[in-house]
């Protein structure tokens, strides 16, 4: 689950995240090639414009 830790290492470094972690079928799965999508939960202390668009934005570019 290297991309699934990647991603939550990443959120978790920002002081508004209070929380992150991978849901669903790529937690249940250890076979990436089986995975249709990844599920992210993030909490944050308020979500804002701000974080939302810094962590959360759906096409967020990211390199993991």
């Known amino acids: 689950m290297k991309i699934g830790e990647a991603i939550i290492s990443e959120l978790i470094k920002d002081k508004d995240v209070v929380s992150a972690s991978i849901v669903g079928s790529y937690s249940e799965n250890k076979d990436i090639k089986k995975i249709g999508d990844l599920d992210v939960v993030v ?14 934005k759906p096409g967020k570019k990211k390199k993991f």
Not at 43 to 56: E, V
């Open 43 to 56: 909490i944050c202390k308020k979500l804002t414009k701000k974080s939302f668009s810094k962590n959360i």
